[in-house]
């Protein structure tokens, strides 16, 4: 269960069962610590107080309360979905979960358009996340990804393949509008990699096309995207893949200037020639490429041990 405390500040708590013991987590100071803090207490309590029938706080009849989910069963279906939607406008996760839900209804194939705009629902929210927020927003993405993850479990890896690669791209863009301090947008984006990974060892995609798109997304990305993936990825990629990128990453490193004063040694920093010069790293230590294309462009190298 979850839910959310108010008080000076507002947290998040969660109860749940795993292994046959109980689990827990909260977002205050204490909770962050991975003690059981009071909020936790509070929670477990008012659980503890509910009746054996599952329902909304509030719900008992006991003269002082109105009886919603009696209230909710006299209501005609359409007069609910407009207030679902309507509560929906106005929260992400609660319409990320919607898509979410509408996409497993959509049969035996997989809704990929519904998917990927759940991803987008809670990924895109418009305004800055700060760090009270961080961890309701991670939440919300982190529901979506496991409903991802689940895709694979199901047989759909090609899907997933597809579906990890746009939740990547969404949150390569949302980063810089996080205050994400205590890493759970970095740790979303780690599970997205591997889940990345394990679809394609699953369901083994075109090398060359994968080794393109692979190349292109650690060249060019500003967080270390898929960094190291020509070792990563080897075991699917395989000898073909491994060749059209190594190929992509020569050509790109043929176009770099040496550097040969130490004034401009900062330009081997750079995120553009800092990416290049860690996949010619990679591929020079795997032998992939000859020790020559390597050395000569690396005349001052951004790692002593490469000079």
């Not at 961080?134 to 939440?139: C, I, K, P």
């Not at 393109?212 to 990563?232: D, I, M, P, V």
Request: glycine letters at 8%.
């Amino acid at each position: 269960m979850t839910a959310t405390v108010r008080g000076n500040r507002v947290y998040q708590v969660r109860l749940w069962a795993e292994d046959g013991g109980p689990v827990y987590s909260c977002t205050c100071p204490v909770g962050e610590e991975g003690l059981f803090c009071k909020h936790c207490v509070a929670v477990g309590l008012v659980f503890a107080g509910r009746d054996d029938e599952p329902g909304l706080p509030g719900t008992e009849d006991d003269g002082t309360t109105v009886d919603l989910r009696s209230y909710l069963h006299t209501q005609r279906k359409n007069t609910l979905v407009d207030l679902l939607l309507e509560q929906a406008r106005d929260d992400d996760f609660l319409r990320g979960r919607l898509f979410l839900e509408a996409a497993k209804k959509s049969g035996a194939s997989v809704d990929l358009d519904q998917f990927r705009t759940a991803i987008e629902s809670v990924i895109n929210v418009g305004d800055f996340v700060d760090y009270r927020s961080m961890y309701a927003y991670s939440s919300g993405i982190q529901d979506v990804i496991d409903s991802v993850e689940r895709l694979l479990k199901e047989g759909h890896a090609a899907e997933v393949i597809e579906l990890c690669e746009h939740a990547l791209t969404c949150l390569e863009d949302a980063l810089g509008r996080v205050d994400d301090s205590d890493g759970y947008m970095g740790g979303i984006k780690e599970q997205v990699c591997e889940l990345h990974h394990r679809a394609c060892v699953a369901g083994r995609p075109d090398p060359e096309a994968l080794a393109k798109r692979l190349f292109e997304w650690e060249l060019h990305s500003e967080w270390e995207t898929f960094y190291g993936a020509a070792e990563t990825y080897a075991d699917v990629l395989g000898d073909e893949g491994l060749g059209v990128y190594r190929h992509l990453a020569e050509e790109v490193w043929a176009k770099v200037p040496a550097i040969s004063s130490r004034d401009e040694r900062e330009r081997s920093h750079s995120g553009f020639r800092f990416n290049i010069t860690h996949m010619m790293e990679a591929l020079a230590g795997s032998r992939a490429i000859s020790m020559r294309s390597w050395t000569s462009r690396a005349v001052i190298s951004p790692t002593p041990s490469l000079r």
